[in-house]
């Protein structure tokens, strides 16, 4: 076998080792939708200089198949997965030796239930580097001690780690994790189609929208999966009385997931909530230029980003297991963070709509925010990453 020459430049105008003729291979459980142009954007940087990026996966199991964001790609090789629990605990077992083989460089998620991460992670490898991404802790549940301790030993055998945020990447650093062999990508998703879709958006577009859907002065709008970590009892409790105090107030839920059933029974008995099913492109547009606001009172995530890229605040509460998009927000400039009850959620929800002043502020403060986190920047920090790992 003709052996594989591993060529290094120095790139004087950026003062950095430039690596070419390396393999990287990302592995994925699935792949939803909204990490495709991530991953476009970051296999172009990676052509662009010499790196090879591939992407494996598996498919969605049958609660990720229920949000309707799994994505088959052109570049995504299939990896054959298998998924099973014990003692309730829910482990994926993955079939990666094929599409490793002639990696350099192996990113994979950080999660305990990646069978294969203990093999790659816990056995030599030769000189193939592997690498973690993720949230650097449990920040939707409390751990025990043993899934903690699991946690922290799997990550320490890491090469690199790539933190979801700077949060993230303080997490592992507290644990003892080498902080120079760290790169924070500032998790992102592609908001540039949807700032183009909603500024195309037309007031006669948006009246005819609201004559539709009986829509007034007060339209909040709920965007996400239809799981549990949404709470969204909670959401129509205190949406409920939002609208018992301003009759005009209106809510509209786009998305899909498990609770699509639940959300349906809900809205066929409540006039102040529209179920619109998952919405993309300009329909999802139109619906968020037709709201004043974001209602997420569970977990907090990506859809940071899009409360930037729409310029609508999120309302949400001071729940403990938000995800690490959440600390993107800031309490009374880009979000509203009420104490952590219905009636509370209810109460920040009329003010926003009645001081409209307030309103407005915020939602330009959201707009504002938007060159912060976008996909590009996010690939080229994650590019970054690889590069600096690989010359490690």
Known sequence: MKRKIRIQTHDQSHGKEKIQDKTVVILQEYVPQYRIPFFRQLIKLGSENGIQIRVAAGTPNEKQYLRQDGHSASFIQKVPQREFSIAGVRLVLRHVGP??????????????????AYWLLLAPHGNRKICLWGHGRDFVATPSWFKKRAMTHLTQAADWFFGYTEGSRDAVVAEGYPVERTTVVRNSIDTTDFQNSISQITPAEVDEFKRLHNLHRSTAI??????????????????GQAHEQNHDFRLLVAGSGQLRDYVEGIAKDAPWLTYLGPLFGKDKALAVASSDLICMPGRVGLVAVDSFAA????VTTAWPWHAPEFE?????????????????????????????VELESMQEACRNNRATYSIEQMASRFFEGIQLALAS
Do not use: W
């Open 311 to 314: 310029g609508r605040p999120i």
């Open 328 to 356: 993107y927000l800031a309490h009374n400039e880009t979000c509203l963070i009420t104490e952590d009850d219905s009636s509370s959620y209810a109460q920040g929800l009329h003010r926003l709509m009645e001081n409209r």
């Open 99 to 116: 599409a490793i083989r002639s990696a350099d460089l192996v990113i994979m998620e950080q999660a305990r239930r990646n069978i294969d």
């Open 222 to 239: 709920f965007i996400g999966g239809l799981d549990e970590s949404k709470r969204l009892p909670f959401l129509f409790q205190a949406c």
